[in-house]
């Protein structure tokens, strides 16, 4: 077996009543285990941070870093792996939806030689319409997303060392970590588990966040909804073009047409339609290329107990 020390990156905003909880589920698996716990205290409204101030303050495996405020979980996780020491790190969900007893099955992958170890759900307990919404989405981005994303892998999985260097390499503002995941490759292995609802707490995944999600995973990762917008605007063209000449002949053939108020409207309405789509797609892209321009850091640390910052 190889010798492992372990790390658990727990991203935590609000979760107050569930950091104990956790990090007791996580002491019954990781008894015999060298590790850290390393929270990352997302700028959380409530007594989160007390809470894992106080674990940290009577055991020295609980590490944190705490943000100056809410930068979204995709910073923390950021923040996490640069600050994680593991030589392999569990990326989990402060809110015990994902299951504690799985950390052996992502440490045996491990073991046996995998960079990554994904933990895979069902959609058990989601909305129906969430379920359904995910489903179509999944199929869309099947299309057109050059790196692989599959429906239930989510952020929960371990990463060797070695895989969490190559995400840290990547080093865009706008993080979309499922992808960033996924485009780093390496051999993956994936264990499987059943959803649970979430006991206490919130999500804080409202549709409108979920929807915008969606949005920074198909244009995070190509350009391919640009090219749509090209091979549209050409095929329209030629469409155009063509009634245009079938008109003509016609015109020649007949004299002039009665004037046609309904292809008129309809043609603007359409083409307005299809322009201002193609412009709000460029837009997105332009918007990241200002957001990238900035350098701004992904979030700023007001506490931690850890030396290590990169
Ligand atoms: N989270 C975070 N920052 C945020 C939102 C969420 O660190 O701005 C954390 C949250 O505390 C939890 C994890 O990310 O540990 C997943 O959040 P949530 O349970 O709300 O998402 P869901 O399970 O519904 O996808
Ligand atoms: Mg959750």
Redesign the pocket.
């Known amino acids: 077996m190889k010798a492992c020390y372990l790390s658990i990156l ?6 107050s009543y569930n950091i104990p909880l956790i990090y007791q589920a996580l002491k019954e698996q990781l008894a015999k285990m060298d590790h850290e716990i390393l929270f ?1 205290d ?1 700028g959380s409204e409530d007594d989160t941070f007390k809470q894992i101030h106080q674990l940290a303050a009577a055991h020295e495996e609980v590490k944190y870093v705490s943000f100056t405020r ?1 930068f ?2 995709e910073a ?1 996780l950021l923040a996490g792996l640069r600050h994680a020491r593991g030589d392999a790190v569990i990326i989990m ?3 015990l ?1 994902h299951p504690t007893y799985l950390v052996s099955e992502l440490l045996e992958g491990y073991q046996e030689g995998y960079d990554q170890v994904v933990a895979k759900r069902d959609r058990n307990g989601d909305s129906k319409v969430r379920s359904l919404l995910t489903k179509i989405y999944y199929k869309i981005i099947d299309q057109v997303v050059d790196v692989k994303l599959k429906d239930g892998e989510g952020d929960f999985r371990l990463l060797s060392r070695k895989a969490v260097e190559a995400v840290l390499e990547l080093s865009e503002g706008n993080r979309f970590s499922k992808g960033l995941f996924s485009w780093i490759g390496f051999e993956q292995k994936t264990v499987y588990y059943s959803n649970k609802v ?1 006991d206490n707490g919130d ?3 409202s549709y409108k966040k979920l929807i915008n999600y969606g949005i920074e995973g198909i244009v995070s990762f190509n350009q391919k909804p640009l090219r749509v917008c090209l091979y549209g605007g050409l095929i329209i063209m030629c469409l155009a073009l063509l009634y245009i000449l079938v008109m003509l002949v016609q015109i020649i053939r007949t004299g002039v047409d009665v004037p046609g108020y309904f292809s008129i409207i309809s043609s603007v309405l359409f083409l307005g339609g299809v322009q201002l789509v193609s412009l709000g797609i460029i837009g997105e892209y332009v918007g990241r290329i200002y957001a990238e321009t900035k350098r701004r850091p992904h979030y700023l640390i007001r506490e931690t107990n850890m030396d290590r910052d990169l």
Not at 10 to 15: D, F, L, Q, V
């Open positions: 727990i991203p935590s905003y609000n979760e990352i997302d809410n979204g979980k923390a969900d402060a809110d939806q979430r999500s804080k995944w």
